[in-house]
């Protein structure tokens, strides 16, 4: 699992918010055939190759997916995802240190069979070892 999913996962893992709506269901690439909803899924955009050559902390960029059967829920998943995030500066996460920054895109969608309603929201992950 690349740096910046894991850090991504592990700071939602730890937030009562975000928890309180989707339990320990936050996947990395997708989530489990079956799996109840709402469940969050954590998709790598971008990571550098080799970290140790980047002047400055290495930047992650990621997708997190708020996913539910209805789009209420999933807008206001998302939201609260968005939230936890945007206040993570420079905390320790797991074993490394981070900052979250939103950039690119924030959507709200369905998937192919129209019963689960997807919020995807992208956030740079800048991070380093604590």
Avoid at 3 to 22: C, D, K, S
Avoid at 99 to 120: C, H, L, M, P
């Amino acid at each position: 699992m690349s740096n910046g999913v894991f850090i991504t996962i592990q700071a939602l893992l730890a937030e009562p918010t975000v928890t309180a709506v989707v339990g320990d269901r936050i996947h990395p690439v997708r989530a489990p055939q079956g799996d109840t909803l709402p469940n969050i899924v954590v998709h790598l955009i971008a990571e550098p190759v080799d970290p140790l050559l980047c002047e400055d902390a290495p930047v992650s960029r990621v997708q997190i997916d708020s996913r539910a059967g209805d789009a209420t829920t999933a807008i206001t998943l998302g939201e609260t995802v968005s939230t936890t995030l945007n206040a993570i500066n420079n905390q320790t996460i797991a074993t490394k240190r981070a900052t979250f920054q939103k950039e690119g895109s924030d959507v709200t969608g369905e998937n192919d069979k129209a019963d689960t309603i997807i919020r995807s929201t992208d956030f740079d992950v800048h991070w380093w070892n604590s």
